[in-house]
């Protein structure tokens, strides 16, 4: 099933997704495109897999995403080193051990570049405190590969053994950074091609200086890294769980320029707009702030026309997009009032036709 993830494929694979992106935007002057490439294989920090149960047996499973077939997974080469040390572990580990094994029906695991784990354990069941013993020793059993903790969860349950995130550290240029990454929420998966991606976003914004605004700025993974290259950084993201590590993060990195606050990038055109006034904006004065840069790094559909409208208000905007399509979309509007000086492509995800985008425009 993974005879194509192989690092014999991984330069012809990588050729094809330059040509497509070329393609894709050659209605545009674009410059030099910039190719950031990924490890070959182990490159994933983040993955998930059905349980399938057969008489005794218990193992990992996935889908065929074209024919929906399933099969069975022992290993997975696109995972992180350890997080394929632990599915095995994992599996000896509740193999025999009825309180662990029944009906649980998926298991999510998280890694870091800096060695940490974070297991999720999800049931169709109640889960008790036999359980969380059996869990706990099992915890024990698997600190042996890492440190690890683990979440155990059922309906309207969590049961957290003894964190629900891990601690991930980012070295862009010269400094390492710190951060928190909790379970379920947005990361990027691939940790090597995440610190290209924010090296490059350092360098294209060097000597800036102004205010940087940055929406869905998530747990601060952009607006920590180049905060040393602007006088305030304001961020916003609607997510709770990622504004409280974005707090977490700044104070973990002793950053003092940044503020978060939790709204849509739709609430805040609004309040650039004057349409409404929000409590969470209380303590700023948004016409306090230097509008010369805006980061965004939008989910898949891209900006809606009223972010699009207020990111055109920028001097430089730097563009982060998981989606070319609506990339290309809002490249239609943005090219009337900024110009492309820097297009990089990054391959966060080999042997698949996903591709992450970034941009550096200016104003005409």
């Known amino acids: 099933m993974f005879s194509h993830i192989h690092p014999k494929n991984y330069d012809q694979q990588l050729l094809e997704k330059k040509e497509g992106i070329s393609k894709l935007f050659e209605q545009f002057n674009l410059p030099v495109c910039d190719i950031f490439t990924s490890e070959p294989l182990n ?12 008489d005794d047996d218990i193992y990992y499973i996935m889908f065929n995403s074209e024919t929906k077939q399933k099969f069975r997974v022992t290993h997975f080469p696109v995972a992180s080193d350890l997080i394929n040390k632990a599915m095995v ?11 662990l094994r029944r009906k649980l029906f998926q298991v ?33 059993t698997l600190s042996n590969i890492a440190p690890v903790d683990i979440i155990g969860r059922a309906k ?15 070295t862009v240029g010269e400094k390492t950074f710190i951060y928190q990454q909790v379970e379920n929420s947005f990361t990027q998966p691939n940790g090597k091609v995440n610190e290209k991606m924010l090296l490059w976003a350092q360098q294209a914004t060097t000597n800036s200086g102004g205010d940087l605004i940055e929406l869905y700025c998530g747990n601060g993974n ?17 997510s709770k769980t990622s504004v ?57 559909s891209g900006l809606d026309p009223d972010s699009t409208e207020l990111v055109s208000r920028f001097k430089k905007i730097i563009y982060i997009s998981c ?19 820097k297009f990089a492509l990054f391959d966060q995800f080999p042997y698949t036709h996903h591709v992450e985008v970034g941009l550096v425009l200016s104003r005409r």
């Open 43 to 54: 490159y994933r920090q983040r993955a998930e897999f059905r349980v399938w149960h057969q």
């Open 89 to 99: 572990a994992l599996i000896s580990g509740i193999q025999h051990n009825e309180l």
């Open 108 to 140: 999510d695991f998280l890694s870091t570049l800096s060695g940490e784990l974070l297991i999720s354990l999800l049931y169709h069941k109640p889960l008790d405190e036999n359980w969380e013993d059996e869990a706990t020793k099992l915890k024990q």
């Open 156 to 170: 309207k349950q969590k049961v957290i053994l003894d964190k629900d995130y891990v601690t991930e550290s980012f």
């Open 222 to 238: 952009f607006s920590i890294a180049l905060a040393q290259n602007f006088d305030r950084v304001l961020g916003t993201e609607i």
């Open 244 to 300: 409280k590590s974005a707090q977490f993060n700044i104070s973990a990195n002793n950053i003092n320029n940044i503020d978060i606050v939790r709204m849509s990038s739709e609430e805040f055109s609004q309040a650039m707009n004057g349409e409404r006034k929000f409590r969470r904006l209380a303590d700023f004065d948004l016409t306090q702030y230097n509008y010369d840069t805006v980061l965004v790094d939008p989910p898949r």
């Open 323 to 341: 989606n070319p399509e609506t990339l290309r979309e809002n490249l239609n509007q943005l090219n009337k009032t900024h110009k492309i000086d």
